[in-house]
């Protein structure tokens, strides 16, 4: 299996941006296609971004698509999520998930390995 750990969350003013990064140890992180979710207060976890085990894919929720970017470097066994222009709403703690498969799509119950969470603050 693979732990997966996410970084670069904190507190930014509108407009602004972050890098969050997700790094994997255990088995090779190229196996497996890794998927990005946040959970603000009071709200489910939703889907924000996937990418499959190549790359090849990506894929974006419609209230981050042209603001944020999923990559990974599989050499250094990490996914990264570039957020530009954020916005309050885009205010949650952010997990990464590895799904043992080519590609995990949006729905949560493909992934079987979560980090923790980082939380992202966006003020107004």
């Known amino acids: 299996q693979v732990q997966v750990v996410e970084s670069g969350g904190g507190l930014v003013q509108a407009g602004g941006s972050l890098r969050l990064s997700c790094a994997a140890s255990?088995?090779?992180?190229?196996?497996?296609?890794v998927g990005w979710f946040r959970q603000a207060p009071g709200k489910e976890r939703e889907f924000v971004s996937a990418?499959?085990?190549?790359?090849?894919?990506?894929d974006y929720a419609d209230s981050v698509k042209g603001r944020f970017t999923i990559s990974r470097d599989n050499a250094k066994n990490t996914v990264y999520l570039q957020m530009n222009s954020l916005k309050p709403e885009d205010t949650a703690v952010y997990y990464c998930?590895?799904?043992?498969?080519?590609?995990?799509?949006?729905?949560?119950?493909?992934?079987?390995?979560w980090g923790q969470g980082t939380q992202v603050t966006v003020s107004s």
């Open positions: 998930a590895a799904a043992p498969s080519g590609y995990g799509g949006r729905s949560s119950r493909n992934y079987d390995y």
């Open positions: 255990g088995r090779t992180f190229s196996s497996y296609a």
């Open positions: 990418v499959s085990r190549s790359g090849g894919i990506t």
